[in-house]
């Protein structure tokens, strides 16, 4: 695999109809509600023009594996050299999670703005490129049974959802679930991370065996729970599993 990050957004997307149909009731819901944007507070946009360009998006040269910027004759970075076989191919993260986008991601996270997903699921779009990140079958990172119940809905599936409306990719939520509930992954060490979420993820060959599977979730800090899930997918038959996050913890 060549060292490459993801292409600048600008790229072209292709919505389906149902993100369109989507962009439609959210504009009618804009003009009784007008939106503020999610990283300044800033009237009239969801996401304004001016937080968008001030994102420290990630480009290459970076770590082969990790996604991590790194140094371009090193090929794999010095925290993942010496990593054996796994099951995740490999992780690319559009920016760095802060700023505008923390914000915005906490906004969608944790203060029920569902409608801003589609809006961020734009950047994962026109920042996929398929020759660094294959796949032909997206999957969320699921929550527990007893997060989603607490929250109302899963954050990753709302943006991969959009993100594959956008691609003209299949979407398959049910596809991976998630066994049993875990703490927070918030403050853990990467070890404790690791440890916390281990065979918490089971999938359904049926759904998976023999795709090329884009495991997306909003934000990625060590990797521990992409490289979990991918192990379930993996044993479920997916051909490979890349993971795709919006934002990147530095």
Request: proline share 6%; hydrophobic share 45%; charged share 20%.
């Amino acid at each position: 695999m060549p060292q490459a990050a993801l292409a600048r957004p600008g790229g072209p997307v292709r919505p389906k109809w149902a993100y369109r149909a989507r962009q439609t009731a959210w504009a009618v819901v804009d003009l009784v509600f007008p939106p503020r944007c999610a990283g300044c507070r800033r009237s009239g946009e969801r996401f304004c023009t001016a937080c968008q360009t001030s994102l420290s998006l990630i480009t290459a040269p970076v770590c082969e594996w990790c996604g991590y910027p790194a140094d371009p004759q090193a090929g794999v970075c010095r925290n993942c050299r010496g990593r054996g076989a796994a099951a995740l191919a490999g992780i690319r993260s559009v920016a760095f999670f802060e700023g505008p986008l923390q914000g915005a991601l906490h906004q969608l996270k944790y203060r029920r703005d569902v409608i801003l997903a589609d809006t961020l699921a734009r950047w994962l779009a026109q920042s996929w490129d398929p020759a660094a990140l294959p796949g032909d079958l997206v999957v969320p990172v699921p929550l527990s049974a007893q997060r989603l119940r607490e929250r109302g809905y899963n954050q990753a599936g709302l943006l991969a959802r959009g993100f594959a409306d956008l691609c003209g990719l299949a979407c398959r939520p049910e596809a991976l679930r998630k066994t049993r509930h875990t703490a927070s992954q918030v403050g853990l060490s990467a070890e404790a991370r690791q440890t916390n979420v281990r065979q918490a993820f089971d999938a359904q060959p049926a759904a998976v065996a023999g795709r090329a599977v884009i495991l997306l979730d909003d934000v990625c800090t060590t990797g521990a729970t992409l490289v979990a899930g991918a192990e379930a997918l993996a044993a479920a038959g997916a051909r490979s599993v890349w993971g795709f996050t919006l934002g990147r913890a530095r």
